[in-house]
């Protein structure tokens, strides 16, 4: 009689339902490319700090300008996706207190706000204004 | 040879004050941090005797910059709300990769936060030293940390060191990975050795540790181009022509000027 395999993982079925910040943000980096017809890309660079953290930045691509600006960038632990702690952005409560996003619902609320922000759109209507001069 | 100011000016209409010093010292790129006066207006002001200046946009217009050059001359190649990268390109000189940057305060951000924010920074600026094809990077800011503290002096931060001895060994491995250095000559910046000002930045509170005097504005250069910097040329200004930027004591004067002092600074280009 075969020895019966042993499992001792949890079940990870539930994982897969959890939506990331990153691949939020890579959502509405490859939107930015359509919407432009790729005049400005956008794009997701994440890094790993030190092993604790990691740290991803959204990042506005000007190609023709070879120009790049950085839009916001955010952190969570290695271990867990939410909180999401804000490290930089264009709203400048960020200069008095730490943002931290809690849960996937937050995130998603707050990159729609930072997305459509007059600063965001400042920088977008003068990276467009700049390629087609 | 070019001249370089930086001044974070704290809110204050220093118009008349920075005119002053651009005039006095042939500054050739004018870089400001907290500069409440918008760009048309202070270039009103720079232009008055002869139109000399031209401001070089960028999309951080926290960091407004100024040149006695056209702006196309320092195009940004990357920004942040913190950082401006702009990149000298005056022919026939080969490029100069201009890092400016404006971290937040001790007021709002912890040690940590600091120093992970310079690993971030040391990050950005290789990626963009890789682009660009060469390491001629000279930073210039308020980073609100001094030349000693963690996040400048770390080898996965800006690795800044306080002789060009040092930092003309390139680069430091650590744990298998190589982390170039920049050379820091703020260290030789602090205290009363000489009758210049003890500090960029000034701030007493009653507390055990309290370092008074801080160097929070720094000028940082890579290996690359320490043959081009003339550390005696390097000034912390208390004066901005008849104005006087210090009080009695020595101490930035908040009130009639800005808390902190103004950073000087050329490159044999």
Not at chain 1, 99 to 111: K, P, Q, R, T, Y
Not at chain 2, 134 to 145: P, S
Not at chain 2, 178 to 205: I, K, L, V
Not at chain 2, 220 to 229: A, C, H, K, N
Request: proline content about 6%.
């Amino acid at each position: 009689m075969p020895e019966q395999t042993l499992d001792f993982w949890p079940d990870l079925s539930g994982a897969r339902s959890t939506v990331t910040p990153l691949s939020l943000m890579k959502q509405q980096a490859a939107l930015l490319g359509t919407r432009t017809h790729n005049l400005l890309e956008g794009e997701v660079a994440s890094t790993a700090d030190q092993g604790r953290r990691l740290v991803h930045r959204f990042l506005i691509r000007a190609p023709t300008l070879n120009y790049t600006y950085e839009v916001f960038r955010v952190s969570h632990n290695v271990a867990a996706l939410y909180p999401v702690f804000v490290e930089s952005g264009p709203h400048s409560r960020l200069q008095t207190q730490q943002v931290h996003l809690d849960s996937e619902i937050e995130f998603m609320a707050w990159l729609k706000d930072v997305l459509g922000s007059d600063d965001t759109k400042r920088v977008l209507d003068s990276l467009l204004a700049q390629i087609e001069s | 040879m070019l001249t370089f100011l930086f001044w974070n000016m704290n809110r204050k209409p220093l118009s008349e004050a920075i005119a002053a010093i651009a005039n006095a010292e042939l500054v050739d790129i004018l870089m400001l941090a907290e500069c409440p006066i918008e760009p048309a207006d202070l270039l009103r002001t720079l232009n008055r005797e002869e139109p000399a200046y031209h401001f070089a946009p960028g999309q951080n217009e926290k960091i407004p910059m100024f040149a006695r050059f056209p702006g196309r001359y320092l195009p940004a190649v990357y920004e942040s709300d913190r950082i401006s990268i702009r990149r000298l390109m005056l022919p026939p000189i080969d490029d100069v990769t201009l890092v400016v940057v404006h971290f937040p305060s001790k007021f709002f951000w912890d040690d940590a936060s600091q120093m992970m924010e310079c690993t971030v920074l040391a990050n950005t600026i290789t990626e963009v030293e890789k682009k660009l094809g060469h390491r001629r990077t000279i930073l210039v800011g308020d980073l609100n940390m001094n030349p000693f503290e963690e996040g400048v002096v770390g080898a996965a931060g800006l690795h800044a060191v306080a002789t060009r001895a040092i930092a003309g060994r390139n680069a430091r491995a650590v744990q298998g990975r190589s982390y170039p250095f920049f050379y820091n000559p703020m260290w030789g910046h602090f205290g009363d050795a000489s009758a210049r000002p003890a500090g960029t930045y000034y701030y007493e509170r009653a507390e055990h540790v309290n370092y008074f005097w801080n160097n929070f504005d720094q000028v940082l250069v890579r290996p690359e181009l320490l043959d081009r910097f003339r550390s005696d040329q390097l000034r912390i200004l208390d004066r901005a022509g008849d104005l006087s930027l210090s009080l009695d004591d020595g101490r930035p004067d908040r009130d009639k000027a800005s808390d902190h002092f103004p950073l000087l600074f050329t490159l044999d280009l």
